[in-house]
């Protein structure tokens, strides 16, 4: 009887946490691909409920969700977009990641307390250069935004 206890236990604390959106996890590919498709479908309502709060924007900490979704409505207004057919790269953040977002405690600070040990940077190319997505986690079939900087050299 204790042993149906236990695994009928283990099962319903397994569920649970595959189920919880606020798990992260290392994004993967796909997911990376299919918000880089959204980015480019100008649905910047969607985008924003993608958003962390608070997120990093050009070494800038946003923290008010109202901010957030101007910030993708101008992303959209401008018709920004991603070149999805070609490769976007991905590394895992390490402790001088802080770095492409700006070189400040204030930055520094911000990737110590928000983001997860499983984010990854994502290097894509747009119209006018190369961007950086921070993303961390999943939200159904996409991934997190943590962070944006762009274009970079």
Known sequence: MK???YIFTSIAVVLFLF??????????????ERLMELVNSGD????????????IIDGEIVQRETDIR????????????VNTGEAFYTE?????????F????EVRTFFEKYVPKTAVTVTVEGKAGRYIFLLSGRKG??????????PVK
Do not use: H, Q
């Not at 895992?92 to 492409?100: A, F, H, I, P, R």
């Not at 079939?141 to 762009?150: A, K, Q």
């Open 19 to 32: 189920s919880c959106a606020t798990v992260k996890s290392v994004p993967r590919p796909r997911a990376v």
């Open 3 to 5: 042993k149906w206890i």
């Open 141 to 150: 079939r996409y991934t997190y935004i943590f962070g944006f900087t762009g």
């Open 102 to 105: 700006g070189d400040s405690m």
């Open 92 to 100: 895992k953040v390490g402790d001088e990641s802080y770095l492409l």
């Open 70 to 81: 101007n910030f993708w409505d101008l992303v959209a207004k401008a018709r920004f977009a």
């Open 44 to 55: 910047s309502e969607m985008v924003s409920s993608l958003t962390n709060m608070p997120m």
